[in-house]
Antibody, heavy 115, light 110 residues
Framework: EVQLVESGGGLLQPGGSLRLSCAASGFTFSRYSMHWVRQTPGKGLVWVSRINSDGSSYADSVKGRFTISRDNAKNTLYLQMNSLRAEDTAVYYC??????????WGQGTLVTVSS | QSALTQPASVSGSPGQSITISCTGTSSDVGSYNLVSWYQQHPGKAPKLMIYEGSKWPSGVSNRFSGSKSGNTASLTISGLQAEDEADYYCCSYAGSTNWVFGGGTKLTVL
């Protein structure tokens, strides 16, 4: 069974940094493109970033501030978030992609940026 | 990249059919047959319902169907059931390894 478990969320002040993790199990992690998608409380989904063997890409809103990475030996996906802003407040989901769609999702971790 | 446009809400009675539209541009929906649809119940993670415009993931009911015409994709739910009440999001590949979601549609089963 595919499982994705996010962790690392929390409350922090604007300008701060945070690293999210997503522990994967139940599949060969290294073979799949992995993504981060966020959802502002009560609002819609927004694609954030993706990584696979070819490299990584980012939404314009986080480019230069967020860095996605993965450790295939640990079956773990990461999102390093720097220079955080209030508008980054959201639930962050990791998702496994296949056929350009997000086939499996974690339960999400809440990041709150507030002074 | 601008969000895809979805109606804020739709409603239908049990047994009826409803359609949710998802309008993008020639750079995303219009360029690729790579629209996916997600169902999200309150407090839960999204669930993939349709991928590549009209394909079903394993375990998803064929009461859900997808289509596309030009820059607009659509999700149709036939034989509405109470458990279909949820938020629905479309998503399209937008080229250059970027993806864009719609704003979401709240489906109410009357």
């Amino acid at each position: 069974e595919v499982q994705l478990v996010e962790s690392g969320g929390g409350l922090l002040q604007p300008g701060g940094s945070l690293r999210l993790s997503c522990a994967a199990s139940g599949f060969t992690f290294s073979r799949y493109s992995m993504h981060w998608v966020r959802q502002t409380p009560g609002k819609g989904l927004v694609w954030v970033s993706r990584i696979n063997s070819d490299g990584s890409s980012y939404a314009d809103s986080v480019k230069g501030r967020f860095t996605i990475s993965r450790d295939n030996a640990k079956n773990t996906l990461y999102l390093q978030m720097n220079s955080l802003r209030a508008e980054d407040t959201a639930v962050y989901y990791c998702a496994r992609a296949e056929d350009y769609a997000f086939q499996h999702w974690g339960q999400g971790t809440l990041v709150t940026v507030s002074s | 990249q601008s969000a895809l446009t979805q109606p804020a809400s739709v409603s239908g009675s049990p047994g009826q059919s409803i359609t949710i539209s998802c309008t993008g541009t020639s750079s995303d929906v219009g360029s690729y047959n790579l629209v996916s649809w997600y169902q999200q119940h309150p407090g839960k993670a999204p669930k993939l319902m349709i991928y590549e415009g009209s394909k079903w993931p394993s375990g998803v009911s064929n009461r859900f169907s997808g289509s596309k015409s030009g820059n607009t994709a659509s999700l149709t739910i036939s034989g509405l059931q109470a458990e279909d009440e949820a938020d629905y999001y479309c998503c399209s590949y937008a080229g250059s390894t970027n993806w864009v979601f719609g704003g979401g549609t709240k489906l109410t089963v009357l």
